[in-house]
């Protein structure tokens, strides 16, 4: 089992930034690819960014690239979505999860193909 506790969320104006944090902890024997995704009030579950195992790869959703970069620390088990000029419809529960490590890493945009997930993080952008 793999255990993922996001922080970093918060309120912020338009405009500004946000630094999220996922932290990893239980079986970290296997390094994971990971996700990020967002979900608004009556909204479905988006991706907005994915990143290899070894951070070699990195993917983002249109409607974040440019203003949004994702990183990871293996040494410190923690992954990090680094959100620019933020803006209201960015507004949503940012959650990290793990990508299932026996499939190829070309899915990373679909949900159902993360195995673990942490319990998400609220980012507000006010205009």
């Known amino acids: 089992q793999v255990q993922l506790v996001e922080s970093g969320g918060g309120l912020v104006q338009a405009g500004t930034s946000l630094l999220l944090f996922c932290k990893a902890s239980g079986r970290t024997g296997t390094i994971y690819a990971m996700g990020w995704f967002r979900q608004a009030p009556g909204k479905d579950r988006e991706f907005v960014s994915a990143?290899?195992?070894?951070?070699?790869?990195?993917y983002y959703s249109d409607s974040v690239k440019g203003r949004f970069t994702i990183s990871r620390d293996n040494a410190k088990a923690t992954v990090y979505l680094q959100m620019n000029s933020l803006k209201p419809e960015d507004t949503a529960v940012y959650s990290c999860?793990?990508?299932?490590?026996?499939?190829?890493?070309?899915?990373?945009?679909?949900?159902?193909?993360?195995?673990?997930w942490g319990q998400g993080t609220q980012v507000t952008v006010s205009s």
């Open positions: 999860a793990a990508y299932r490590p026996t499939l190829p890493f070309n899915r990373y945009s679909d949900y159902t193909f993360y195995d673990y």
């Open positions: 990143i290899s195992w070894n951070g070699a790869d990195t």
